[in-house]
T-cell receptor, first 115, second 114 residues
Framework: EPEVTQTPSHQVTQMGQEVILRCVPI?????FYWYRQILGQKVEFLVSFYNNEISEKSEIFDDQFSVERPDGSNFTLKIRSTKLEDSAMYFC?????????????FGDGTRLSIL | GNSVTQMEGPVTLSEEAFLTINCTYT??????LFWYVQYPGEGLQLLLKATKADDKGSNKGFEATYRKETTSFHLEKGSVQVSDSAVYFC?????????????FGTGTRLTVIP
């Protein structure tokens, strides 16, 4: 069964550095998402992306964050200048469509640790 | 706004016991409801879903019924197995705004012991 793949599985970065998290969504999916889960807290929506532009973003997704689909397969989340509170598990997801009948498929996540 | 409240864990059960994990929601529109499961070291996997009132989602022996009158979507399984040990997340998406982002509960960790 097709899967969403995320790399790396664990990223350790110094505070203030830029980090790029990578995702390869399922090939025929059109909608892409990033979520994060701070240890012990809820999974929180960050951003959704469709047709090469952001379709929705949460208040967490401030100017430090950006997303890109640089080619036909990758979907990346960039954090420009990382802070300690960015330490979390980041999940990428994709779906065929935007309605509730088409579920989102998640990757295994990237654990981001900011030192 | 949109939010999901689910039963705090952890939950520990013996094999073949009955499982209930409670989930209630608030939504501004008419949501779709989901249960996702996260096995150790893995990502979130869709377990089951329901898109309208009184729908019952089911998969792998798990069931949940969309109850609009009580704004609930409780997860049940008649006889749990050790392999069901995982973290279970209740979630909703609010289609009325044309968006599909998911709102998750805090997750409930289930441990099944032989």
């Amino acid at each position: 069964e097709p899967e969403v793949t995320q790399t790396p599985s664990h990223q350790v970065t110094q505070m203030g550095q830029e980090v790029i998290l990578r995702c390869v969504p399922i090939s025929n999916h059109l909608y892409f998402y990033w979520y994060r889960q701070i240890l012990g807290q809820k999974v929180e929506f960050l951003v959704s992306f469709y047709n090469n532009e952001i379709s929705e973003k949460s208040e967490i997704f401030d100017d430090q964050f950006s997303v890109e689909r640089p080619d036909g397969s990758n979907f990346t989340l960039k954090i420009r200048s990382t802070k300690l509170e960015d330490s979390a598990m980041y999940f990428c997801a994709s779906s065929e469509a935007r309605d509730g009948n088409q579920p989102q498929h998640f990757g295994d996540g990237t654990r981001l640790s900011i030192l | 706004g949109n939010s999901v409240t689910q039963m705090e864990g952890p939950v520990t059960l013996s094999e073949e016991a009955f499982l209930t994990i409670n989930c209630t929601y608030t939504a501004t529109g008419y949501p779709s409801l989901f249960w996702y499961v996260q096995y150790p070291g893995e990502g979130l996997q869709l377990l089951l879903k329901a898109t309208k009132a009184d729908d019952k989602g089911s998969n792998k022996g798990f069931e949940a019924t969309y109850r609009k009158e009580t704004t609930s979507f409780h997860l049940e399984k008649g006889s749990v197995q050790v392999s069901d040990s995982a973290v279970y997340f209740c979630a909703l998406s609010d289609r009325s705004r044309g968006a599909n982002n998911l709102f998750f509960g805090t997750g409930t960790r289930l441990t099944v012991i032989p």
